[in-house]
């Protein structure tokens, strides 16, 4: 069965651009959680969808913004960059229950110039 | 904040056990533990969870306290390639996939 797929795997923006990347969860997988990895700050949860809604959200500023679509692909946009937004930004699939493992994407590393 | 505290690093020497501890004193009745591991610039790895009881499988062990205030993953036989960051985690909610990981433990496996 294939893995979790990003795209695309890097990407360069310059700041007060917007940026789209791209979750392809495991076949028959529900759930897509997003993820931004800094060194000083760690991993940090940004959303979850479920069946196409939101049904976790973490701390971060309303510039960052999800989807999913009927077939549980997931694009999450990041809105007007700043510089500490680059990160590598990773995607999980999740069959979505209470004691489901994720398995993650290999991420994709966003440089904001 | 993560709930839970690991040591920073770790060794162990290749071929031995690894014990890698884990705090959760604030653990709820209906939370799991979960551990996952980070290769240097690959996603976060599954390896493991439970919930009271002690569960294994074909990469390690997870021993949870009776009063499951804390845990320890073991890897049996650690080779080179299970140097990694390793993260014990605490479901924050009942439901949902918001898992807060913390700093981690960073285990180097020695030759």
């Known amino acids: 069965k294939a893995g979790v797929t990003q795209t695309p795997r890097y990407l360069i923006k310059t700041r007060g651009q917007q940026v789209t990347l791209s979750c392809s969860p495991i076949s028959g997988h529900r759930s897509v959680s997003w993820y931004q990895q800094t060194p000083g700050q760690g991993l940090q949860f940004l959303f979850e969808?479920?069946?196409?809604?939101?049904?976790n959200k973490g701390n971060f500023p309303g510039r960052f913004s999800g989807r999913q679509f009927s077939n549980s692909r997931s694009e999450m946009n990041v809105s007007t960059l700043e510089l500490g937004d680059s990160a590598l930004y990773l995607c999980?699939?999740?069959?979505?229950?209470?004691?489901?493992?994720?398995?993650f994407g290999p991420g994709t590393r966003l440089t904001v110039l | 904040d993560a709930k839970t505290t690991q040591p920073p690093s770790m060794d162990c020497a290749e071929g031995r056990a690894a014990n890698l501890p884990c705090n959760h004193s604030t653990i709820s009745g209906n939370e799991y533990v979960y551990w996952y591991r980070q290769i240097h610039s690959q996603g976060p790895q599954y390896i493991i969870h439970g919930l009271k009881n002690n569960e294994t499988n074909e990469m390690a062990s997870l021993i949870i306290t009776e009063d499951r205030k804390s845990s320890t993953l073991i890897l049996p036989h650690a080779t080179l390639r299970d140097t990694a960051v390793y993260y014990c985690?605490?479901?924050?909610?009942?439901?949902?996939?918001?898992?807060?990981f913390g700093p981690g433990t960073r285990l180097s496996v020695l030759p």
């Open positions: 985690i605490v479901r924050v909610d009942g439901y949902g996939q918001n898992f807060v």
């Open positions: 999980a699939s999740s069959l979505g229950g209470n004691d489901n493992e994720q398995f």
């Open positions: 969808y479920f069946s196409e809604t939101q049904r």
